[in-house]
């Protein structure tokens, strides 16, 4: 097996639900907040279907901040970047490895959440599909996001409660375009957040491996 | 080709600190090195230096082969059994049949075990075996014998001897003394700035 794959391997092992570090935690919280939203606004069926998708949206975004905190800061501090370094493993690879490991163990499942979620809020199918389309588009960039910021604050003191404050100013243009397509009748909102994350996608694995490397200067 | 590693005039400096400067070092296969110097003085630094995860403050380094380290971290999952944490690095390093190391260091009994559970000196042993499994011509060991009791130094010690003797290069940075027989030893206080 060759290293990449086996670091792939290992990231999943970790960050999926079931896995040492993963936990089903995130998803009961977004599924928890579409759960609240009804009961916080009251029974109007049609004001439930006008904002539900936006709540969705917000619960996501909420939801993407809950992994950060493990997401790299115990690698950094038990020295798992320091070995793959010496094996020739760069940070950029070993942060594209965790990006796309972070990405599968979180979105997917949060796209399926999404549909109990939808029914709970009373969405109909064509809002329920725009949202399940921005999502799909915009989670790329979420994870990029969450990914960067984890990277910067990994090697400080209580750094994951500043990641959380982090990451929601750099969220806010997928938020935009993302929740933005549900009061749009075509899909060029949804094509702008794909284009978002995958500009995040592409800037994510070099800025989040600088930061590993300036952390080891502390 | 050959392993080597070689410093050439490096300086280090943390934070607004010089720890050291104008030192070089040079090591062929078969060479130990060790280095001495009390607390603070820039031991760790020096062999992070050394592995290319630290950039000198000036000099350079170069180093043909590939490199193994021991340091503090044990860059084990701390929830995962032992084996399986170990399992991990060997499909990195392309290891075979890590058998022979897990023997020599009396690890595999310990397999099952979750390694938050392990003591200091276990650690240490399970740090040693994947260098054994890396199977790599330079080793840059960082205080190796923390935690070890007498019986575990003595193999670490002979372990040593073994690769060095096998056309290795070793850099042990410690505070203890260490048998290595025919070691060089570099004292970091001479290159104090």
Redesign the interface.
Known sequence: ?S?AL??L??DLG?LMPGG??GGVLPLLFFLAVAMLYPFAVGPDAQLLARTGGGVIWVAALLAAILPLEKLVA?DV????F??????G?SEELAMAIRLAAHWLAFAPLLLVATLPAAALLGLSGETTRTVLLGLLAGTPGLAAVGLMVAALTAAMRGGAALAGLMVIPLAVPILIFGAGALARPDESAILLTAAISLVLVAIAPFAAGAAIRAS??N | MQAQLIANDIACRRGERLLFKGLSLGCAPGDALQVTGSNGVGKSSLI?IL????KPFSGEVSTTG????I?E????????PLGKALA??E???GCRDPSRALEVLQLEELLDVPVRFLSTGQKKRAAFARLLN?NCPIWLLDEPLNGLDTQAQKSVESLVALHCSGGGIAVVASHQAMALPDAETLAIEDFAA
């Not at chain 1, 320091?82 to 094996?87: P, S, Y």
């Not at chain 2, 592995?51 to 630290?54: E, I, N, R, T, V």
């Open positions: 097996m290293p086996a670091l391997r290992r970790l040492t570090q115990g501090e038990n020295g798992t320091d070995q793959l370094h010496l094996r493993i080891r200067e | 992070r592995a290319g995860l630290l590939a490199m193994g380290l340091d971290t044990l860059a084990l999952d701390a929830n995962q991990f690095w499909r990195i390093d890396r």
